[in-house]
């Protein structure tokens, strides 16, 4: 057992869409599993972590996490061209000596080294750092098992389809990988298939880093896919712990977001709700989402629509005030309980990863418009595979396609099956977290595996 007062976790994020939030959960997860006199360190570019850390870079109830700044990597006065991988390009091109700068800096301050690397499993340059001071790394994949074997498969995946091949055909199934035979190449991540930008660079890296990671993490849970995917991902890394679904910290006011969200959902009948939201990072394109007005309109569908990008508010805004009396807009919806919310009926999702559990665990039907990175994946999933929701007709939202995957899912009888499949799934994910539960035990494993080195 280690002299706990030694111990110290240095946690390292990826600072853009909602990948900082699940790593932070983890880390109050952790810090309130352990001693303590654990030390919590969680550094993060200062943009993303004023959003997260509400004063002076400490978390209230928290005493054991402290967050620290580390350079985003953009030059003084730049100006962004709007393309939204230009942050991404530049953070890349300041790792990792902003993560070992800033570190060292605090290894000085504290007098406290570092015992342990929980990072996003995107910072592929951890398994280098963490053998070099000769402590574990703990990679964090924030999305789910499907993609992350994928990306282990690169090389094999590459070698059959060929790199940046205008000839790969979107409709093969990926069959030669144990457990992929339901998945199409046009679901791939673009990054899979060419390797040439410094994301695809990051992600490429990672697969070839994640092996020597004492353990990934997945907010995932045991069940939810194909034994062999399982397995495959077993035979590459040294551990795999589901530890999800995850709990989530009590909300503060400011995450509550629309406030009387849940109330307002109170005063309609069951089921009746359409929620709609496009996670962290994405809105559609100007005539999709006048389609997806047109159809709520047509269909006097009352609806819940986290609109985060201001921006663009105003092509709706005719919509907006029209249906003010049947429609509700907010730009951050309290998710977890919304879809866990009787009133709702189905929710309208780009398929991000936390977005897919949050309706399994809330027991949710999902219309599924799916826009880039492991969301073509997730889709294929819902729809295909755990059979819990539906795409729609083409791939983007028309007013004949969502009209149809409506009628499906809120009024057909489709909708009943749809139900009782995500129930079942649903059940699964309760089973994981029980006391004796997988995901239970494997968190567990996750306390001490993160706590069991100290610096002497
Ligand atoms: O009004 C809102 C809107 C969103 N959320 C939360 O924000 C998170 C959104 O996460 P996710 O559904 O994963 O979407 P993105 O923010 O788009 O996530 C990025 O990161 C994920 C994890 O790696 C990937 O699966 C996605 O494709 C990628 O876009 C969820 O926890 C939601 O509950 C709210 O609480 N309120």
Same mark, same amino acid.
């Given at each position: 057992?280690?002299?706990?007062?030694?111990?110290?976790?240095?946690?390292?994020?990826?600072?853009? $869409? #909602?990948?900082? =939030?699940? +790593? &932070?959960?983890?880390?109050?997860?952790?810090? %309130? !599993?352990?001693?303590?006199?654990?030390?919590?360190?969680?550094?993060?570019?200062?943009?993303?972590?004023?959003?997260?850390?509400?004063?002076?870079?400490?978390?209230?109830?928290?005493?054991?996490?402290?967050?620290?700044?580390?350079?985003?990597?953009?030059?003084?006065?730049?100006?962004?061209?709007?393309?939204?991988?230009?942050?991404?390009?530049?953070?890349?091109?300041?790792?990792?000596?902003?993560?070992?700068?800033?570190?060292?800096?605090?290894?000085?301050?504290? $007098? #406290?080294?570092? =015992?342990? +690397? &929980?990072?996003?499993?995107?910072?592929?340059? %951890? !398994?280098?750092?963490?053998?070099?001071?000769?402590?574990?790394?703990?990679?964090?994949?924030?999305?789910?098992?499907?993609?992350?074997?994928?990306?282990?498969?690169?090389?094999?995946?590459?070698?059959?389809?060929?790199?940046?091949?205008?000839?790969?055909?979107?409709?093969?199934?990926?069959?030669?990988?144990?457990?992929?035979?339901?998945?199409?190449?046009?679901?791939?991540?673009?990054?899979?298939?060419?390797?040439?930008?410094?994301?695809?660079?990051?992600?490429?890296?990672?697969?070839?880093?994640?092996?020597?990671?004492?353990?990934?993490?997945?907010?995932?849970?045991?069940?939810?896919?194909?034994?062999?995917?399982?397995?495959?991902?077993?035979?590459?890394?040294?551990?795999?712990?589901?530890?999800?679904?995850?709990?989530?910290?009590?909300?503060?006011?400011?995450?509550?977001?629309?406030?009387?969200?849940?109330?307002?959902?109170?005063?309609?009948?069951?089921?009746?709700?359409?929620?709609?939201?496009?996670?962290?990072?994405?809105?559609?394109?100007?005539?999709?989402?006048?389609?997806?007005?047109?159809?709520?309109?047509?269909?006097?569908?009352?609806?819940?629509?986290?609109?985060?990008?201001?921006?663009?508010?105003?092509?709706?805004?005719?919509?907006?005030?029209?249906?003010?009396?049947?429609?509700?807009?907010?730009?951050?919806?309290?998710?977890?309980?919304?879809?866990?919310?009787?009133?709702?009926?189905?929710?309208?999702?780009?398929?991000?990863?936390?977005?897919?559990?949050?309706?399994?665990?809330?027991?949710?039907?999902?219309?599924?418009?799916?826009?880039?990175?492991?969301?073509?994946?997730?889709?294929?999933?819902?729809?295909?595979?755990?059979?819990?929701?539906?795409?729609?007709?083409?791939?983007?939202?028309?007013?004949?396609?969502?009209?149809?995957?409506?009628?499906?899912?809120?009024?057909?009888?489709?909708?009943?099956?749809?139900?009782?499949?995500?129930?079942?799934?649903?059940?699964?994910?309760?089973?994981?977290?029980?006391?004796?539960?997988?995901?239970?035990?494997?968190?567990?494993?996750?306390?001490?595996?993160?706590?069991?080195?100290?610096?002497?």
């Amino acid at each position: 057992m280690s002299a706990e007062k030694n111990v110290h976790v240095a946690a390292f994020a990826f600072p853009f $869409g #909602s990948h900082p =939030t699940p +790593l &932070l959960h983890l880390v109050q997860r952790l810090a %309130a !599993a352990a001693s303590p006199a654990v030390r919590f360190s969680y550094f993060n570019t200062a943009g993303s972590n004023r959003k997260l850390f509400p004063a002076a870079n400490l978390l209230p109830g928290h005493d054991n996490i402290k967050a620290y700044d580390v350079e985003d990597g953009v030059p003084e006065g730049h100006v962004f061209s709007g393309n939204p991988l230009e942050p991404i390009g530049l953070f890349i091109g300041a790792t990792p000596q902003n993560f070992k700068k800033r570190l060292e800096e605090v290894v000085e301050e504290t $007098g #406290s080294k570092a =015992t342990c +690397l &929980l990072t996003d499993a995107f910072l592929w340059f %951890a !398994a280098e750092m963490a053998e070099e001071i000769g402590i574990p790394w703990v990679a964090f994949w924030t999305a789910g098992p499907t993609p992350i074997s994928l990306h282990l498969n690169t090389d094999v995946i590459l070698a059959k389809l060929g790199q940046n091949d205008d000839k790969q055909n979107q409709d093969q199934t990926l069959d030669f990988i144990p457990g992929m035979s339901a998945v199409h190449v046009a679901d791939l991540p673009q990054e899979i298939l060419h390797l040439d930008t410094p994301f695809s660079r990051l992600l490429y890296s990672m697969s070839l880093a994640l092996p020597r990671a004492a353990a990934v993490v997945l907010n995932s849970f045991d069940g939810i896919v194909d034994a062999a995917v399982e397995n495959d991902l077993k035979s590459k890394l040294r551990k795999i712990l589901n530890v999800g679904p995850s709990p989530h910290p009590p909300l503060n006011e400011e995450e509550r977001g629309g406030g009387d969200c849940l109330s307002w959902l109170s005063n309609h009948p069951a089921a009746a709700v359409a929620y709609i939201s496009f996670g962290t990072m994405l809105t559609p394109p100007p005539p999709e989402l006048s389609a997806l007005a047109e159809v709520l309109e047509e269909k006097k569908i009352p609806y819940l629509w986290s609109f985060r990008d201001n921006s663009k508010r105003h092509l709706l805004e005719g919509f907006f005030e029209r249906t003010s009396s049947v429609g509700k807009v907010v730009e951050w919806a309290p998710q977890v309980e919304v879809l866990a919310h009787s009133s709702v009926g189905v929710f309208v999702t780009h398929c991000g990863w936390n977005s897919v559990v949050e309706s399994i665990t809330g027991g949710m039907p999902m219309i599924c418009r799916p826009f880039f990175g492991d969301q073509m994946i997730n889709r294929r999933l819902v729809e295909d595979v755990w059979r819990i929701g539906v795409g729609v007709e083409g791939g983007s939202f028309s007013a004949s396609g969502l009209a149809k995957a409506f009628d499906v899912v809120m009024f057909g009888e489709k909708g009943k099956e749809i139900r009782g499949n995500i129930g079942k799934l649903r059940e699964c994910a309760n089973i994981a977290i029980e006391e004796n539960g997988t995901s239970t035990q494997n968190f567990k494993s996750l306390v001490g595996l993160v706590t069991s080195y100290d610096q002497d």
